[in-house]
């Protein structure tokens, strides 16, 4: 497993955010583990998206901006099954070391993990009004 979890942090590059000496352990796993991550996947997370776009039948892009971050905050928090597909493709990512940190404090590192990915995506709703169907 040693040679996964090295490809893992090398392949997910550098820690991204500043690790001060006195940062909480939530906020070392974040900025060293989970912000990595969801830049890399970020294409990912718009493909799924512009897919769950697609099947949930709403007219995205006749929404306004204001109800277009609505869909993209209330899609994430409330459908419990497309949620643990995206907390998924983030875990998938975890070496054994940070999912066993992980596992300590999921409930905390959860809502991290989700609100940055939500951030992430209202950030970039102008790519869902391009073509969402694939």
Request: no cysteine.
């Amino acid at each position: 497993m040693e040679a996964r979890d090295q490809f893992l942090t090398d392949f997910r590059g550098p820690t991204l955010g500043s690790i001060q000496p006195n940062s909480s352990a939530d906020e070392i796993f974040q900025n060293a583990t989970l912000r990595p991550i969801l830049k890399l996947q970020n294409n990912l997370f718009i493909a799924v998206f512009k897919n769950y776009i697609a099947k949930s039948k709403v007219e995205f892009a006749q929404l306004s901006v204001e109800k277009k971050l609505q869909f993209i905050e209330h899609s994430i928090q409330r459908d419990i099954k497309f949620r643990n597909a995206l907390k998924g493709m983030v875990i998938a990512l975890f070496t054994e070391a940070e999912f066993e940190s992980y596992i300590k404090n999921s409930s905390a590192l959860n809502k991290r993990m989700m609100g940055m990915l939500i951030e992430r995506l209202k950030n970039q709703v102008q790519l869902f009004d391009l073509q969402t169907a694939f």
